[in-house]
């Protein structure tokens, strides 16, 4: 079965630092771009960043370009998200999904998603 | 960067109704717009790709058409179980998503 399980959220103080996890299974990993897509509390989905198969190319949402870094370890079939410098805004649930096409340098669309972690940022 | 409008917000409609939700985007993307499904306290699912293309196992009654700058995504005939929210996303070739602000669908 094609899986990808998050894990890693929680509550965390402003200004701290927190590293999500997403475990991939059923395909092959090393084949795919994957990405982070967030989702505040009852509001729309955000894309927070993307990594190519061979980690090549990354990219990052404006709102978290120099605070996050997206990260994958295809030994381990793991995709990583270190987030830094976390502010209120950041509390949403984070989800990792998986591209649709194989070894592409760009990302088209997210075809397995997971159920996502719950980062909440407060005092 | 570019910007999806996505419209309406939110639509009400009967059983067996024509649904039609529109995706604008700020500059031309060719075709390069997928339409999500996301039922509440669910992931999101893929349904349409690349303007047109249904996902394997998607229901023929969700259709999605455009390129260039205007898109459409078309339920065809309503059904209690499309009862979710659909965001349309663009993609381009620096590795990077944009979706839309979402559309609610409700049953009249």
């Known amino acids: 079965e094609v899986q990808l399980v998050e894990s890693g959220g929680g509550l965390v103080q402003p200004g701290r630092s927190l590293r999500l996890s997403c475990a991939a299974s059923?395909?092959?990993?090393?084949?795919?771009?994957m990405h982070w897509v967030r989702q505040a509390p009852g509001k729309g989905l955000e894309w927070v960043s993307g990594?190519?198969?061979?980690?090549?190319?990354?990219g990052y949402a404006d709102s978290v370009k120099g605070r996050f870094t997206i990260s994958r370890d295809n030994a381990k079939n793991s995709l990583y998200l270190q987030m830094n410098s976390l502010r209120a805004e950041d509390t949403a649930l984070y989800y990792c999904?998986?591209?649709?096409?194989?070894?592409?340098?760009?990302?088209?669309?997210?075809?397995?998603w997971g159920q996502g972690t719950m980062v909440t940022v407060s005092s | 960067d570019i910007q999806m409008t996505q419209s309406p917000s939110s639509l009400s409609a009967s059983v067996g109704d024509r649904v039609t939700i529109t995706c604008q985007a700020s500059?031309?993307?060719?075709?390069?717009l997928n339409w999500y499904q996301q039922k509440p306290g669910k992931a999101p699912k893929l349904l349409i790709y690349?303007?047109?293309n249904l996902e394997t196992g998607v229901p023929s009654r969700f259709s999605g058409s455009g390129s260039g700058t205007d898109f459409t995504f078309t339920i065809s005939s309503l059904q209690p179980e499309d009862i979710a929210t659909y965001y349309c996303?663009?993609?381009?070739?620096?590795?990077?998503?944009?979706f839309g602000q979402g559309t609610k669908v409700e049953i009249k």
């Open positions: 500059q031309d993307i060719s075709n390069y």
């Open positions: 990594i190519s198969w061979n980690s090549g190319s990354i």
């Open positions: 059923g395909f092959t990993f090393d084949d795919y771009a």
């Open positions: 999904a998986k591209d649709i096409l194989p070894r592409t340098g760009i990302a088209v669309a997210g075809d397995i």
């Open positions: 690349d303007a047109s």
């Open positions: 996303q663009q993609y381009d070739n620096l590795l990077t998503w944009t």
